[in-house]
C-alpha cells in the first residue's frame, strides 16, 4: 500500500492549491480517504474525508467548511483535496490516509486510518 501527496506549496492568503494523493497497492474504490493536517506544535487534525465507492458523502472540519472540497476519481486511484481562500492558519503539513473502518464518525479519528501518505508542505503567507 502506497499513499502518493503532491501539490503543496507556498501560496498568498486568499489563494487556492489543490492537492493530491495516488494510490497504489490495493483496492482503491474500497477505502474511505481522508485529509489530515499537522502545524509546527500542534497535534494531527482531521481536514476532510469522503467515503469508499463512488464518495458520495463527504465530511469536514469545521474550519475548512465552504473552503476546502474532497473529491476521489476512482478511475485515477487519486484523491483531491481543493483548497480555496486559503489562510495562514491553514499551513501545515497536509497528509492523506485510507481506511476500510466503518460506523457512526468512522472518518474523524487519526488512528482508524492504517495506511499514511509522507505529507505535502502547505504554507500560506498574510
Known amino acids: 500500500v502506497q499513499l502518493q501527496a503532491s501539490g503543496g506549496g507556498l501560496v498568498q492568503a486568499g489563494g487556492y492549491l489543490r492537492l493530491s494523493c495516488a494510490a497504489t497497492?490495493?483496492?482503491?474504490?474500497?477505502?474511505?480517504m481522508g485529509w489530515f493536517r499537522q502545524a509546527p506544535g500542534k497535534e494531527r487534525e482531521f481536514v476532510a474525508a469522503?467515503?469508499?465507492?463512488?464518495?458520495?458523502?463527504?465530511y469536514y472540519a469545521d474550519s475548512v467548511k465552504g473552503r476546502f472540497t474532497i473529491s476521489r476519481d476512482n478511475a485515477k486511484n487519486t484523491v483531491y483535496l481543493q483548497m480555496n481562500s486559503l489562510k495562514p492558519e491553514d499551513t501545515a503539513v497536509y497528509y492523506c490516509?485510507?481506511?476500510?473502518?466503518?460506523?457512526?464518525?468512522?472518518?474523524?479519528?487519526?488512528?482508524?486510518?492504517?495506511?499514511w501518505g509522507q505529507g505535502t508542505q502547505v504554507t500560506v503567507s498574510s
Open positions: 490516509a485510507a481506511t476500510t473502518t466503518y460506523g457512526s464518525s468512522w472518518y474523524l479519528l487519526a488512528p482508524n486510518y492504517p495506511y
Open positions: 497497492g490495493f483496492i482503491f474504490r474500497n477505502y474511505g
Open positions: 469522503i467515503n469508499w465507492g463512488s464518495g458520495s458523502s463527504t
